[in-house]
């Protein structure tokens, strides 16, 4: 006897057998580098015309990958543990953004070698901003009455490095180049400029140089050409002082 089967049951079956692979993650990827390798990836499920995003990964040209995301709901909603990595494979950073969407908890940070980026006892660790590619780009490690502030490219180099006491920018501040090499190098007091002030060529050659006094400039100023040469002096102790 032969079996028949009806339009609708062939309908069924198909909506059976598609289901799993709806609701199979898969990889798109969004952007390549120029040597084919992926730079951005999603991982989407869902039917093609209404995909939903629940992961994101960024890699470098290297091939290693540089930060792994996760989402939920549908607007998709940053979620779970993210995860970042330096171009080593090294971890420099995990935070759960289970509770706090937009800036995540419990973050960790390490440097390349492994260990932890800040030493010494901490009271808590935040992250007040992210970057344009979702990265944590300023981060404060607070230790009672002080909070030491660190800003960092997308690539988790160090941009720069500051202490504030009870809110109040105090010690050295500094800034760095994209490469790592020195930008400015300044003293600060009571939140003020205060002390020896050095400015850098990306090259790593100064620029200009002198010193601050309750955020006025005073005694002699040297100014540099792009060799390194002096080539220029101002004395702001023979002229009404000005704010830099």
Sequence with gaps: MKTIFKPTILILLASILMLP??????????????????????????????????????????????????????????????????????????????KNHSFGSDWVFLNRNGQPYYDGQLDSVTVSDMGSLGTPSTVSFCSGKHQDVIQFYSNFTVRSTERLTDGV?????????????????ANFANGLEDGPYIVYRQNGIPFYQGNYQSGKRIGIWEFYDEEGNLENTLDYSSQPTTSK
């Design 169 to 185: 920018r105090n010690g050295k501040v500094f800034f760095y180049f994209p490469n790592g090499n020195p930008q400015v190098e």
């Design 21 to 98: 692979s709806c609701n199979r993650v898969r990889e798109e990827t969004i952007q390549s580098y120029p040597n084919g390798k992926p730079m951005l990836v999603f991982l989407v499920k869902g039917d093609k015309k209404s995909p939903v995003r629940v992961g994101e990964r960024m890699y470098y040209e290297n091939g290693q990958l540089q930060f792994e995301k996760t989402f939920s709901g549908q607007p998709e909603i940053p979620d779970g543990i993210w995860r970042y990595y330096f171009d080593n494979g090294q971890l420099f950073a995990s935070g759960d953004f289970t």
